[in-house]
């Protein structure tokens, strides 16, 4: 069945440094979507990505989707301690697919 | 505007003991409701989603079921706790198609003793 593998598992930054988390799919997807679970809360969606390449910003967040659909990447310019969280990618193969949560990337930001 | 409401907000049971978690949606109509679980530090695992009243689909084989009685009532239900049932449960509801985004509850911890 599809696979949504996320990496890095856990990723440590002092605040300032950039962060990167990069989620694959095994099959192609028709859209990728982004959320932020903070410590003790519940995710919250960020964005969501359906066409061939887009790159979509939010303020020092850049969210990319592949050219050829099955992959996805969340930058984060110079971190910050509110960054903190796990950031969560999911992805669909269709409209009658229900989505696919990749484990997600647990982001650490030392002041 | 849309909400989406869970309850209790903690729990701890004794193993064998029932189960019973409450969702409801406001603001919206012929919502798509989803329970997922979430094992400390783990990633989201989805339990049951509906697409209507009396509508369940199980995604995993488990001793938890799931009803919709009324188009924003989810409820998520066990007759027999296991230890294994402990984690962070949480509701969510999406529009239109199962694949848009998915807005969470505030989420139930459960601890099974």
């Known amino acids: 069945g599809q696979q949504v593998m996320q990496i890095p598992q856990y990723q440590h930054v002092q605040e300032g440094e950039d962060f990167t988390t990069y989620c694959n799919s095994s099959t192609t997807l028709s859209n990728i979507q982004w959320y932020k679970q903070r410590p003790g809360g519940h995710p919250v969606f960020l964005i969501q990505?359906?066409?061939?390449?887009e790159v979509k910003k939010q303020k020092r967040l850049t969210f990319q989707f592949g050219e050829a659909k099955k992959n996805s990447s969340l930058h984060i310019t110079a971190t910050q301690t509110t960054d903190v969280g796990t950031y969560f990618c999911?992805?669909?193969?269709?409209?009658?697919?229900?989505?696919?949560f990749g484990k997600g990337t647990k982001l650490s930001v030392k002041p | 505007s849309q909400t989406i409401h869970q309850w209790p907000a903690t729990l701890v049971q004794p193993v064998g003991s029932p189960l019973s978690l409450e969702c409801t949606v406001e603001g919206t109509s012929n919502p798509n409701l989803y329970w997922y679980r979430q094992a400390a530090g783990r990633g989201l695992q989805l339990l049951f989603y509906?697409?209507?009243?009396?509508?369940i689909s199980s995604e995993v084989p488990q001793n938890l079921s799931a009803s919709r009685p009324q188009d924003r009532q989810f409820i998520l239900s066990s007759k027999k706790l296991l230890l294994s049932d402990s984690g962070f449960y949480l509701c969510?509801?999406?529009?239109?198609?199962?694949?848009?985004?998915?807005?969470f509850g505030p989420g139930t911890r459960l601890t099974v003793l």
């Open positions: 969510a509801w999406s529009g239109l198609t199962v694949n848009n985004e998915q807005f």
């Open positions: 999911a992805g669909s193969g269709g409209s009658q697919g229900n989505l696919i």
């Open positions: 990505l359906v066409k061939s390449g």
């Open positions: 509906s697409v209507g009243i009396g509508q």
